[in-house]
């Protein structure tokens, strides 16, 4: 099972996506209608999807899986009766599987059968070139932050990493977390992380966005659970964003962190303790953007 992309819903899709490739550092996929598509460096042919709406919203967060992982998935999410609908991917990398309603309304898609392509090469630290690599995790902001790990684990057989103060971390992999939900008293979304090749490549992406006028929200940094470094902004179309890099690999039987697991100083918001963060500003950035389902469950066929 593999984190893979985005698909938000926006007015002008065209200028989040110009800006996405001038600053943010990805690269142009395809354009397909009024949906714009992007890339990193990596193999993922696409990254973040953004169709033309008047309103705000997110059509789906895409993992990829085998076969057997999305039998397992449509068995158990027809069990516990979610709501879900078949889905043949129109996206670039194309793919079959399902569409799921977790409880509080975040939509996940799961995608069998997708392709991926040769990777761009080239954008290493020589080239100077920002250049995130793929998505490595997309946080989700939840009333009941507890139900919706265990939901995750009983359902969709991710597992629970760790548990902090503010956050249920998920894996889906090795990776440490390819997803999260915070306890945020709502539900949506709360930033999507790129992947940057190393500290020196998210240090870069600081220095490029410092050069285009923009500060970060929150970081640089080095969370605890996952271990990542971290910097966020407040993308000007809205959604908050994060380069991050080296989130933890953990082993199957990893110990469930809990809260007490992961403390700080007074006044300490990471591991190296130089992390500012505009609490305000990323509140109002993690409340624009919501799930939204707009098609109709239907009986699994299993
Ligand atoms: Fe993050």
């Given at each position: 099972?593999?984190?893979?992309?985005?698909?938000?819903?926006?007015?002008?899709?065209?200028?989040?996506?110009?800006?996405?490739?001038?600053?943010?550092?990805?690269?142009?996929?395809?354009?397909?209608?009024?949906?714009?598509?992007?890339?990193?460096?990596?193999?993922?042919?696409?990254?973040?999807?953004?169709?033309?709406?008047?309103?705000?919203?997110?059509?789906?967060?895409?993992?990829?899986?085998?076969?057997?992982?999305?039998?397992?998935?449509?068995?158990?999410?027809?069990?516990?009766?979610?709501?879900?609908?078949?889905?043949?991917?129109?996206?670039?990398?194309?793919?079959?599987?399902?569409?799921?309603?977790?409880?509080?309304?975040?939509?996940?898609?799961?995608?069998?059968?997708?392709?991926?392509?040769?990777?761009?090469?080239?954008?290493?630290?020589?080239?100077?070139?920002?250049?995130?690599?793929?998505?490595?995790?997309?946080?989700?902001?939840?009333?009941?932050?507890?139900?919706?790990?265990?939901?995750?684990?009983?359902?969709?057989?991710?597992?629970?990493?760790?548990?902090?103060?503010?956050?249920?971390?998920?894996?889906?992999?090795?990776?440490?977390?390819?997803?999260?939900?915070?306890?945020?008293?709502?539900?949506?979304?709360?930033?999507?992380?790129?992947?940057?090749?190393?500290?020196?490549?998210?240090?870069?992406?600081?220095?490029?966005?410092?050069?285009?006028?923009?500060?970060?929200?929150?970081?640089?940094?080095?969370?605890?659970?996952?271990?990542?470094?971290?910097?966020?902004?407040?993308?000007?179309?809205?959604p908050v964003i994060e380069y991050s890099?080296?989130?933890?690999?953990?082993?199957?039987?990893?110990?469930?962190?809990?809260?007490?697991?992961?403390?700080?100083?007074?006044?300490?918001?990471?591991?190296?303790?130089?992390?500012?963060?505009?609490?305000?500003?990323?509140?109002?950035?993690?409340?624009?953007?919501?799930?939204?389902?707009?098609?109709?469950?239907?009986?699994?066929?299993?």
């Open positions: 099972m593999k984190l893979r992309s985005i698909e938000l819903a926006l007015p002008d899709p065209a200028g989040a996506a110009a800006w996405m490739v001038d600053v943010w550092g990805l690269f142009p996929a395809e354009v397909r209608g009024s949906t714009h598509y992007l890339r990193g460096t990596g193999t993922i042919p696409y990254l973040v999807a953004f169709e033309q709406s008047d309103e705000e919203f997110v059509r789906s967060t895409t993992f990829t899986c085998t076969d057997a992982e999305l039998a397992a998935i449509r068995r158990k999410v027809a069990a516990h009766g979610w709501p879900a609908c078949a889905v043949t991917s129109d996206d670039p990398g194309d793919g079959a599987g399902l569409l799921v309603e977790l409880p509080e309304g975040t939509i996940l898609r799961f995608l069998a059968g997708a392709s991926e392509m040769a990777p761009r090469e080239g954008f290493t630290k020589a080239s100077k070139r920002v250049a995130p690599v793929k998505l490595t995790h997309v946080v989700f902001n939840s009333a009941d932050a507890e139900l919706l790990g265990h939901a995750v684990e009983d359902v969709l057989d991710f597992r629970v990493s760790d548990r902090t103060k503010g956050m249920v971390f998920v894996r889906c992999n090795e990776s440490h977390h390819s997803t999260a939900f915070a306890r945020a008293g709502f539900a949506s979304l709360n930033h999507v992380a790129f992947e940057m090749d190393d500290l020196d490549a998210v240090m870069r992406g600081i220095g490029w966005m410092r050069d285009n006028g923009f500060a970060p929200a929150w970081g640089p940094g080095r969370h605890g659970p996952g271990d990542n470094v971290y910097a966020y902004y407040i993308a000007p179309f809205g890099t080296a989130v933890e690999k953990v082993p199957a039987d990893y110990r469930t962190g809990v809260p007490e697991d992961w403390t700080w100083p007074e006044q300490r918001i990471d591991q190296w303790g130089v992390s500012d963060k505009d609490f305000a500003g990323l509140r109002v950035a993690e409340e624009r953007f919501r799930c939204r389902r707009d098609w109709q469950p239907q009986e699994l066929a299993l």
